[in-house]
């Protein structure tokens, strides 16, 4: 028990000697103790726990670590240890140097390697070219060779002084005229490096054919011996055809004809001349003259191509179309009163539409004329025409219309009607004394009463029925007010009943699309019929 109390007291005098001296507790400015009775201090490389956290020189992480002594053949390994209670240091010791040996080892641990033996230097074997293709390499510890076991190395034609001997593709000839093995007999190449060593002639061209430039290219048989020069030749077809003789193009690849085809005209059909020079004289669509006239009392849409055509459509004295173009012939019949609804927006040309009353064969006068309706060059009509037959006619609008589809459409509404000419407005009538001729979807009970059709078309795109449209005030009988589109007899779009001024009708807003004709019939309720007032804004 002395003893361990005798060593304690020595590690206590030697930690306040190095650390100054220990500080009891409460001593003003002194360290704490720690619990166990350590007295903090700065940790140093002594193997002992001086800052009293159970950590043994801790800062000094390399301690134990792997480290190396020495260079070359004089390299050690070892360990770090402390050397200092601040520095660390390795414990090995660097070997003995030697004298250097051709062994590819530092022995002399100067950090080179084989430096007495020029070892890697080029140098040149027993073959015979002068190039150094090889180096030198040790052979025993003291002795070296050169490793060049190439056989010799004989001069190529590649720029390069391939046998180290100061000269550069010597024996090839370079620069000497010849001609290369090509079709031609013109002497026009050099002997040449070939590129894989060797060499060859460099001719122009591989095979140096004749050119159509008035020239002898090929040296043999004259200038264009190979080109038809001078040869009849015609050029276009039907009444473009021109006659000349072949001349040279102007690439000199062939020959050309001395003329130029005519320039096309608009075609007619079935005339036995290929005005356009397509190679043909066109058919005539089957309803280009009157006689032919399509029957379109079905109603539809009806195509047909108007490029070939005849102009034999005008009506002298002038009207909206003008003289106007090309043209082809409809007809329809009506039994009855009725609106008939037309438009050409799908075709491919300005056009212009007449409507004639009578056959197409005996023609009166102009009708109706349509032309650049909706802001555009096409046209659209709704008419309300009597009973009979009728010609209807599409005609381009200028005479400088050469092609194009015509795209007709054509509606029979089934009824007669009004027009509403403007988009807005007031217009009165009377019921009484007519017939029934259709009943609303809101109120069933319009099936007995006598109504009146409005009709008005609309553009391409949407329009707007707004909801001011109504027979009030104004109408003095129980009205019932609906919108359709197309044929009157179709579907209604909008219906109103009683909804106005008392017994009167006013449209919700509705939503009508175009291009079509569209319907604003008034009629009554019950039978009831009489005097109306209709207003209406169509934006």
Same mark, same amino acid.
């Given at each position: 028990m002395l003893r361990v109390a005798l060593f304690i007291l020595a590690l206590v005098a030697i930690g306040c000697a190095q650390g100054g001296t220990p500080k009891l507790a409460g001593d003003a400015g002194g360290d704490a103790p720690s619990p166990d009775g350590c007295v903090p201090s700065t940790e140093r490389c002594n193997d002992m726990d001086d800052d009293c956290d159970d950590f043994v020189d801790n800062g000094f992480n390399d301690k134990g670590m792997a480290c190396t002594v020495?260079?070359?053949?004089?390299?050690?390994?070892?360990?770090?240890?402390?050397?200092?209670?601040?520095?660390?240091?390795?414990?090995?010791?660097? $070997?003995?140097?030697?004298?250097?040996?051709?062994?590819?080892?530092?022995?002399?641990?100067?950090?080179?390697?084989?430096?007495?033996?020029?070892?890697?230097?080029?140098?040149? $074997?027993? *073959?015979?070219?002068?190039?150094? *293709?090889?180096?030198?390499?040790?052979t025993s510890a003291? &002795? &070296?060779?050169? =490793? /060049?076991?190439?056989?010799?190395?004989p001069e190529r034609c590649d720029t390069f002084d391939n046998d180290c001997d100061g000269k550069?593709?010597? $024996?090839? =000839?370079?620069?000497?005229?010849?001609? +290369?093995?090509?079709? /031609?007999?013109?002497?026009? !190449?050099?002997?040449?490096? =070939?590129? %894989?060593?060797?060499?060859?002639?460099?001719?122009?061209? #591989?095979?140096?054919?004749?050119?159509?430039?008035?020239?002898?290219?090929?040296?043999?048989?004259?200038?264009?011996? %190979?080109?038809?020069?001078?040869?009849?030749?015609?050029?276009?077809?039907?009444?473009?055809q021109r006659s000349g003789m072949?001349?040279?193009?102007? #690439?000199? #690849? !062939?020959?050309?004809?001395?003329?130029?085809?005519?320039?096309?005209?608009?075609?007619?059909?079935?005339?036995?001349?290929?005005?356009?020079?397509?190679?043909? /004289?066109?058919?005539?669509?089957?309803?280009?003259?009157?006689?032919?006239?399509?029957?379109?009392?079905?109603?539809?849409?009806?195509?047909?191509?108007?490029?070939?055509?005849?102009?034999? =459509?005008? %009506?002298?004295?002038?009207?909206? +179309? !003008?003289?106007? !173009?090309?043209?082809?012939?409809?007809?329809?019949?009506?039994?009855?009163?009725?609106?008939?609804?037309?438009?050409?927006f799908g075709s491919d040309f300005d056009s212009v539409v007449r409507i004639y009353p009578g056959s197409c064969t005996a023609l009166g006068s102009v009708l109706s004329c349509s032309n650049d309706t909706c802001t555009t060059t096409r046209s659209q009509a709704a008419l309300d025409l009597m009973p009979g037959t009728y010609c209807l006619v599409v005609d381009q609008a200028s005479s400088a219309g050469t092609a194009g589809a015509s795209k007709?459409?054509?509606?029979?509404?089934?009824?007669?009607?009004?027009?509403?000419t403007s988009t807005s407005g007031t217009v009165t009538g009377t019921t009484a004394g007519g017939t029934s001729l259709s009943s609303a979807s809101c109120e069933p009970k319009t099936n007995t009463s006598p109504d009146v059709g409005h009709f008005f078309t609309t553009c391409p795109g949407n329009k707007t029925v707004n909801a001011n449209t109504s027979t009030c005030p104004g109408t003095g009988f129980d009205s019932v007010l609906y919108l359709r589109s197309g044929a009157a007899a179709g579907t209604d779009v909008a219906c109103d009943d009683d909804d106005g001024c008392g017994t009167t009708s006013l449209l919700d807003p509705t939503t009508v699309v175009g291009p079509n004709v569209h319907w604003l019939i008034v009629d009554g309720f019950d039978g009831a019929n009489g005097a109306y007032v209709l207003k209406y804004t169509i934006q």
């Amino acid at each position: 028990m002395l003893r361990v109390a005798l060593f304690i007291l020595a590690l206590v005098a030697i930690g306040c000697a190095q650390g100054g001296t220990p500080k009891l507790a409460g001593d003003a400015g002194g360290d704490a103790p720690s619990p166990d009775g350590c007295v903090p201090s700065t940790e140093r490389c002594n193997d002992m726990d001086d800052d009293c956290d159970d950590f043994v020189d801790n800062g000094f992480n390399d301690k134990g670590m792997a480290c190396t002594v020495g260079v070359g053949a004089c390299a050690r390994d070892g360990v770090y240890v402390c050397d200092t209670d601040t520095e660390l240091k390795c414990d090995a010791v660097a $070997g003995t140097p030697t004298s250097e040996d051709c062994d590819g080892i530092d022995d002399d641990c100067d950090m080179k390697i084989d430096e007495d033996f020029n070892v890697g230097m080029p140098c040149d $074997g027993a *073959d015979n070219d002068v190039c150094a *293709d090889g180096v030198i390499v040790c052979t025993s510890a003291s &002795t &070296t060779t050169c =490793n /060049d076991t190439l056989a010799n190395d004989p001069e190529r034609c590649d720029t390069f002084d391939n046998d180290c001997d100061g000269k550069t593709d010597e $024996g090839f =000839n370079l620069g000497a005229t010849c001609d +290369g093995g090509d079709a /031609d007999a013109c002497n026009e !190449g050099m002997i040449v490096c =070939n590129g %894989t060593g060797g060499a060859t002639c460099s001719d122009v061209s #591989t095979d140096n054919l004749e050119v159509c430039n008035s020239l002898d290219d090929d040296c043999r048989n004259g200038p264009d011996d %190979t080109y038809p020069v001078g040869t009849s030749c015609t050029e276009g077809l039907g009444l473009c055809q021109r006659s000349g003789m072949k001349i040279c193009n102007g #690439t000199g #690849t !062939g020959v050309q004809c001395s003329v130029n085809a005519g320039v096309p005209i608009p075609e007619i059909c079935n005339n036995g001349i290929d005005e356009d020079c397509n190679g043909s /004289d066109a058919g005539c669509p089957a309803n280009d003259v009157a006689s032919g006239a399509i029957d379109i009392s079905a109603g539809g849409t009806f195509m047909m191509d108007l490029s070939a055509a005849r102009d034999d =459509n005008w %009506t002298a004295g002038g009207d909206c +179309g !003008g003289q106007g !173009g090309r043209d082809i012939f409809y007809q329809f019949v009506l039994p009855a009163r009725e609106v008939v609804y037309y438009d050409t927006f799908g075709s491919d040309f300005d056009s212009v539409v007449r409507i004639y009353p009578g056959s197409c064969t005996a023609l009166g006068s102009v009708l109706s004329c349509s032309n650049d309706t909706c802001t555009t060059t096409r046209s659209q009509a709704a008419l309300d025409l009597m009973p009979g037959t009728y010609c209807l006619v599409v005609d381009q609008a200028s005479s400088a219309g050469t092609a194009g589809a015509s795209k007709l459409v054509f509606k029979r509404t089934g009824r007669s009607g009004v027009a509403l000419t403007s988009t807005s407005g007031t217009v009165t009538g009377t019921t009484a004394g007519g017939t029934s001729l259709s009943s609303a979807s809101c109120e069933p009970k319009t099936n007995t009463s006598p109504d009146v059709g409005h009709f008005f078309t609309t553009c391409p795109g949407n329009k707007t029925v707004n909801a001011n449209t109504s027979t009030c005030p104004g109408t003095g009988f129980d009205s019932v007010l609906y919108l359709r589109s197309g044929a009157a007899a179709g579907t209604d779009v909008a219906c109103d009943d009683d909804d106005g001024c008392g017994t009167t009708s006013l449209l919700d807003p509705t939503t009508v699309v175009g291009p079509n004709v569209h319907w604003l019939i008034v009629d009554g309720f019950d039978g009831a019929n009489g005097a109306y007032v209709l207003k209406y804004t169509i934006q």
